[in-house]
């Protein structure tokens, strides 16, 4: 008896160690892509979410393999909590920067590494694989991808280096707005507390008006240090 109950034991230690161990070894790969784009969620917090999900779901296999006799057991229930619980996780890379938004990517990876944990913990190892290689290439090459296509649209990214005085982003737009340039995107690369920031613009450029021209306006502007084009 007690051999036939650490056979089964150890065969479902087994389980759970491969399941969590690859979760997180499937959740670290997203992660590290977000790490390295310095996002507020990187490497550590998609290892833990992936692996806490896989476990979600092999303790979910666990109660309904042991107490599914007695009662009747929803196996998935512990999963579908995830799927809505992480996203009080992903609302908190999420940040208002005046009229834009960012991290809504890394928001939406937290979620699908989720899908991910819990693939990988119920055993379905070909969904959590294939899942995780369609994650990383839409963060990848389809993010390549996306930046050919804004250069086809006459949209630039311009990184400004000025000082941090009241009223010079709305300075720095009045040129924008001169050259009828339409701002899409603003972004602090530092400290939008600092003495000195370097702001992020990402405009549209009507045909009929040269970069360069725009470019010496803002150079020309008090407080600005350097206007280069990414």
């Given at each position: 008896?007690?051999e036939?109950?650490?056979?089964?034991?150890?065969s479902?230690?087994?389980?759970?160690?491969i399941?969590v161990f690859?979760a997180g070894?499937?959740?670290g790969?997203?992660g590290?892509?977000?790490?390295?784009m310095?996002?507020?969620?990187?490497f550590?917090?998609h290892i833990?979410?992936?692996?806490g999900s896989a476990?979600?779901?092999?303790t979910?296999q666990?109660?309904f393999?042991?107490?599914?006799?007695?009662?009747?057991?929803?196996?998935a229930?512990?999963?579908?909590q995830v799927i809505?619980?992480?996203?009080?996780?992903?609302a908190?890379?999420i940040?208002?920067d005046?009229i834009s938004v960012?991290?809504l990517?890394?928001?939406?990876?937290?979620?699908a590494?989720s899908?991910?944990?819990?693939?990988a913990?119920?055993?379905?190892y070909?969904?959590?694989?294939?899942?995780?290689?369609v994650?990383?290439i839409?963060?990848?090459v389809?993010?390549?991808?996306e930046s050919?296509?804004t250069k086809?649209?006459r949209?630039?990214i311009l990184?400004?280096t000025?000082?941090?005085?009241?009223g010079q982003?709305g300075t720095?737009g009045?040129?924008f707005g001169k050259?009828n340039?339409g701002?899409?995107?603003?972004?602090f690369?530092?400290n939008?507390?600092?003495?000195?920031?370097?702001?992020k613009?990402?405009?549209?450029?009507p045909?009929d008006v040269k970069?360069?021209?725009?470019?010496?306006?803002?150079q020309e502007?008090k407080?600005v240090?350097e206007?280069h084009?990414?």
């Amino acid at each position: 008896m007690n051999e036939i109950f650490f056979t089964v034991f150890n065969s479902f230690s087994l389980t759970v160690l491969i399941r969590v161990f690859l979760a997180g070894f499937l959740g670290g790969i997203i992660g590290y892509e977000r790490e390295s784009m310095n996002r507020p969620a990187g490497f550590r917090t998609h290892i833990l979410v992936c692996v806490g999900s896989a476990l979600v779901m092999c303790t979910s296999q666990f109660i309904f393999e042991k107490y599914n006799a007695f009662v009747n057991v929803d196996p998935a229930r512990l999963g579908a909590q995830v799927i809505s619980g992480i996203g009080f996780l992903g609302a908190g890379t999420i940040i208002r920067d005046g009229i834009s938004v960012r991290g809504l990517t890394t928001a939406a990876s937290l979620w699908a590494v989720s899908c991910v944990g819990i693939a990988a913990g119920i055993g379905f190892y070909q969904g959590a694989i294939v899942t995780t290689v369609v994650i990383y290439i839409t963060l990848i090459v389809l993010k390549r991808m996306e930046s050919f296509f804004t250069k086809k649209k006459r949209l630039s990214i311009l990184h400004i280096t000025t000082k941090n005085t009241p009223g010079q982003i709305g300075t720095i737009g009045l040129v924008f707005g001169k050259h009828n340039v339409g701002i899409k995107n603003i972004e602090f690369i530092n400290n939008d507390h600092d003495e000195q920031v370097v702001v992020k613009f990402l405009i549209k450029i009507p045909s009929d008006v040269k970069k360069e021209n725009i470019i010496g306006d803002l150079q020309e502007i008090k407080g600005v240090k350097e206007v280069h084009e990414e």
